[in-house]
């Protein structure tokens, strides 16, 4: 394992970054799906009757309305997106990659990179995005944005008049809309986005290209695995993570990885000083 002196020389002479972002950083910005803090509190009534007390957990359980469950969302989505202010953490990846190419694969489906404003073209949110919905039917009948259902949701539930009339509903078939997110076999990943962040990396494969890797966990095995395969592929790639365990580390990478031990906040720290 290098340095992180050496870390800092690889991203200034990167021809291109590859961000990939997982439950650590989602954290950074605000949002733990699995941590009981705050959660019984904040929805009590929710946690009480379904015995549900982390937000990854309310979010798999099956309500007894779509009505209850949109309130539920829509409270979700305002909390941690629509009142959502970018961290220092994320302010500093900004900073990181402004004159660089870049792309952003992520499982934080919080729209946190759209509302810092990077660039929405390059960006791949692998387990969807909540302020986005689609057809719960089965079929893929493609994604509308859900902020204006989720603010009407807030006002009614705000005034006591949450009714069924308020679920959104598909423009095809009718059938309830719900979040674009893996709740159940329905998801439908974002095929266009996928086809960007893979021409990208395909169009890199010869650069000088980092992949910076930011609370990726078990959680999200997809943005880990297969991005340690292209470093060990491709002799230009380096490898720069936030907390990857040295177990986890190829002998033969050893020297095109670096890795911190600790948190995105500290590494976004110690790599924009």
């Known amino acids: 394992m290098t340095d992180l002196k050496t870390a800092k020389k690889w991203l200034d002479e990167a021809d291109a970054i590859v961000v990939t972002a997982g439950n650590g950083m989602a954290q950074e910005e605000g949002l733990d799906i699995l941590s009981e803090e705050r959660f019984d509190d904040r929805f009590g009534k929710i946690a009480d009757k379904y015995d549900v007390h982390t937000i990854g957990d309310a979010l798999g359980q099956k309500f007894d309305s779509w009505s209850e469950k949109w309130t539920f969302w829509s409270h979700l989505i305002n909390d941690y997106t629509l009142e959502y202010e970018p961290s220092e953490t994320m302010l500093k990846l900004k900073e990181l990659v402004k ?12 729209h946190f990179f759209e509302a810092a404003n990077f660039n929405e073209n390059r960006i791949f949110n692998a387990f969807g995005d909540w302020t986005k919905m689609q057809c719960s039917s089965g079929i893929n009948h493609g994604q509308k944005d859900a ?17 069924e009339e308020l679920v959104p509903k598909c423009d095809i078939c009718n059938s309830e809309m719900e979040l674009h997110m893996p709740l159940n076999a329905n998801f439908f990943p974002d095929t266009d986005a996928n086809t960007r962040f893979r021409w990208f990396l395909t169009g890199n494969e010869d650069k000088k290209v980092v992949v910076l890797e930011l609370g990726v966990d078990e959680t999200s095995p997809q943005l880990l695995e297969p991005m340690l395969k292209l470093v060990d592929q491709f002799p230009n790639w380096r490898y720069v993570s936030a907390d990857l365990e040295i177990s986890e580390i190829p002998d033969e990478l050893e020297q095109r990885i670096f890795t911190l031990k600790k948190n995105p906040h500290e590494l976004m720290k110690e790599l924009v000083k």
Do not use: C, P
């Open 99 to 110: 004159d660089k190419q870049y792309f952003i694969a992520t499982s934080t489906f919080g």
């Open 147 to 163: 902020r204006e259902v989720v603010r009407q949701f807030l006002e009614a539930d705000k005034n006591g008049e949450v009714t």
